[in-house]
């Protein structure tokens, strides 16, 4: 008897959806609530769960179809109608094998029926093929380009493996195999563009794949169990989505920036395993149980919203992470050793390349057309010995690789079985993190080639120098290279850029300046600076100083501190105030809260914390929220002067600057006193002149005066 497949309901006042792509075939066999097909719709994207166990007899919609609420989609049949191709699996495989290998392929292929029953991944008919489709790229992007196959015709592939990587005009995203197989042919060339929906490949199930693990074996011997025998254990266990939080107020997507744990990989309860990215900041997302996590549904670029499912965890399958690292660690061995052995044999020939210090120097990179491209970076990152390949960088680490311009053989990494992560990149280039020395019999011979060239093979320096002195002149100013970089604008960056030409459009914005004598100012920190951080653990800053005042006079005049809200003022009467800091992801404005009520350790204590998590990219959304009016301090880049911009929806932002030594008249004398310029950019349309230049002396008066913030006058 067959069971519908029908459309569910899709939430309030959304009545029909668009099939996006079907993730299980006809003639697969399917587990009751396991996800078969994939709706958009105008707000998000949905699974569709298998109503019953059994096998998909038929397909009644395409992908690209538009379908309603309850709508036949398909329907499944028993479940005993896949038995039978089940059954003749091994047999088919058996028939090309050489006598030697038949007994051993023999065995993988019965193990591995139950594991492929319990996943769903078994063929459902000896030699079948499945699609690999283009998958969905997001809004308003029709196609991409197929940057580079990561598998080739005839390797073993696990279901959720990347296959292909794919570049649009947003992000680079990997294409995942859509079942455990062979990969049989692949239908596009790499640089190739293709349409959402297109077939790009595909993978031989069952009798297809019994080749398998004689290629793996021939290629790498240890990773090629490991996957297997770490493919049951994530499956074995109750698994559990791992879905998208709320991002805050009004923010409804985020980026995924990285995966900080793979497939296979063992993860404990509340334990960091995706970085999201929004507008505003960048969170993570813990793993809501202990288990394995078991697939990855989205890849690092894609656009995921509040709600959506970014990978599952299989619970009680923790022992699956004791062989793959094993696995990773044993991997590379080979590959490595012959490396020392060729730059040994050509120690010459390396040291151009790889430099005195045997790693890879960035600016011998190649580049097209005055910028490095992808296909610069991949030839740049194959040299050399104790190179690293392009295929285990990530996506995002690739990108980050290319905009600090930093080698990453030479990068220690924090991931997984020492796996690079993009926080790795970022924390070498700052200087954050040592590099990793050369490795062993790299240096050495590149530091005797550079020691024993004059005097051994004086004849051959100069041959040597002839092609670099070609080279320089072919990159000479002149030459006809375009000496320009296009780099895509950040998510956070383009925010900025959207809320900054906001307010200049919306507010009747206005600056009015005046300048602060901070001589006693500066005579209190000389005075009472070891006694101040010996008590509270801080230093005593400038910005408590300015904090304080700014909150004295905002409460004389209260419509500094207030806001429009259509067409009515609406008067805070609270100070909590945004602080602007510049972090490596670009200008942020964390908020200090009710600062009338913290003392000035206080004060310190708050922004010093909140300017570490902004440079460690941790501030969360309620960090940047709720601010009634916003300081900034070009001072600290030695800017004099400067008009700020208003951090809309306030009505005030206070800039402070560069305090300078100028004479100045005091008592009919000329003296030097260090002076500070301030500027208050205001919305005239709530505060008038003369409140915005009351404002500015009453901070002036407050700094000049210390004493009146304690007294309030």
Request: proline share 8%.
């Amino acid at each position: 008897m067959a069971t519908d497949i029908k459309v569910p309901t899709l939430g309030e006042s959304v009545t029909e959806a668009t099939v996006a792509q079907w993730l299980k075939g006809k003639g697969e066999q399917v587990e009751a609530d396991e996800p078969i097909l994939e709706l958009e719709t105008d707000k998000v994207t949905l699974e569709v769960n298998a109503p019953a166990a059994g096998t998909i007899d038929e397909v009644l919609v395409q992908e690209g179809d538009t379908v309603e609420v309850g709508a036949l989609l398909g329907r499944i049949g028993e479940g005993a109608a896949a038995a039978p191709a089940k059954a003749e699996a091994p047999a088919k495989s058996e028939a090309p094998a050489k006598p030697e290998t038949s007994a051993k392929s023999e065995a993988p292929a019965k193990a591995e029926q139950p594991a492929a029953a319990a996943g769903g991944n078994g063929a459902a008919g000896g030699g079948e093929q499945v699609d690999i489709a283009v998958p969905t790229l997001g809004e308003s992007v029709s196609e991409a380009t197929v940057a580079q196959w990561l598998k080739q015709p005839g390797d073993a592939v696990e279901a959720d493996e990347p296959v292909a990587e794919l570049e649009t005009d947003k992000v680079t995203l990997e294409v995942n195999a859509p079942a455990k197989g062979t990969l049989a042919e692949q239908l596009v060339g790499e640089g190739d563009t293709v349409e959402v929906g297109t077939v790009i490949g595909r993978v031989a199930q069952g009798a297809g794949a019994a080749a398998a693990p004689a290629a793996a074996a021939a290629k790498e011997s240890a990773p090629a169990p490991a996957k297997e025998q770490a493919a049951p254990a994530a499956g074995g266990g109750e698994q559990v989505d791992v879905p998208v939080p709320t991002l805050g107020e009004s923010v409804s997507e985020a980026t995924v920036a990285q995966w900080l744990k793979q497939p296979g990989d063992t993860v404990t309860v509340d334990e960091p395993i995706v970085e999201l990215e929004t507008d505003k900041v960048t969170l993570e997302v813990n793993a809501p149980a202990d288990g394995t996590l078991a697939e990855q549904l989205a890849g690092e670029g894609d656009t995921v919203e509040v709600g959506a499912i970014l990978g599952r965890i299989s619970k009680g399958a923790a022992p699956a992470k004791a062989e793959a690292p094993a696995a990773r660690e044993a991997a590379p061995e080979p590959a490595k050793e012959p490396a020392p052995a060729a730059a040994e044999a050509a120690p010459t020939a390396t040291a151009p390349a790889g430099g005195p210090s045997g790693g890879l120097d960035p600016n011998r990179a190649p580049r097209t057309n005055g910028s490095v491209t992808r296909e610069d970076l991949m030839a740049f990152l194959s040299e050399g010995p104790g190179s690293v390949r392009p295929e285990d960088l990530s996506p995002s680490v690739r990108v980050a690789v290319q905009e600090y311009n930093v080698d990453p053989s030479r990068i220690p990494g924090s991931g997984p079985g020492g796996r690079l992560t993009k926080e790795d990149v970022v924390a070498f280039a700052e200087g954050r993190v040592q590099p990793l020395a050369p490795p062993e019999g790299v240096s050495a011979p590149a530091a005797k080639a550079g020691a024993e060239a004059p005097k051994a093979e004086g004849a051959a320096a100069p041959a040597a120098k002839a092609p670099a002195a070609k080279a320089a002149e072919a990159k000479a100013p002149g030459a006809g290279e375009k000496r320009e970089e296009r780099v895509k604008m950040s998510r956070l960056r383009q925010t900025i850029a959207k809320r900054l030409k906001e307010a200049q459009n919306t507010a009747a914005m206005l600056t009015t300046f005046n300048e602060i004598d901070m001589t006693a100012v500066n005579q209190l920190r000389a005075e009472y600076r070891e006694q101040f951080e010996k008590v509270h653990g801080v230093r005593l800053g400038m910005t408590c100083f300015f904090a304080k005042a700014v909150v004295q006079a905002l409460q004389e005049l209260p419509a500094v501190n207030a806001r429009i809200e259509g067409d009515e003022i609406v008067y805070n009467h609270y100070y909590d105030i945004g602080m602007a800091v510049s972090t490596p992801q670009g200008l942020m404005v964390p908020v200090v809260r009710d600062v009338d009520r913290k003392s000035m350790a206080e004060i310190e204590g708050s922004l010093r914390e909140l300017a570490k998590k902004g440079r460690d990219g941790k501030l969360k959304m309620e960090d940047l929220q709720g601010a009634t009016f916003s300081m900034t301090n070009g001072g600290v880049f030695g800017s004099l002067l400067s008009t700020p911009i208003l951090n809309t929806p306030q009505s005030g932002i206070l800039g402070m600057h560069k305090i300078q030594d100028r004479p100045m008249a005091v008592d009919g004398e000329v003296k030097i006193r260090p002076m500070m310029y301030v500027a208050l950019s205001y919305d005239h349309r709530v505060i008038d002149g003369r409140e915005a230049v009351t404002f500015l002396v009453r901070v002036k008066e407050c700094l000049e005066d210390p004493a009146r913030l304690l007294l309030q006058t």
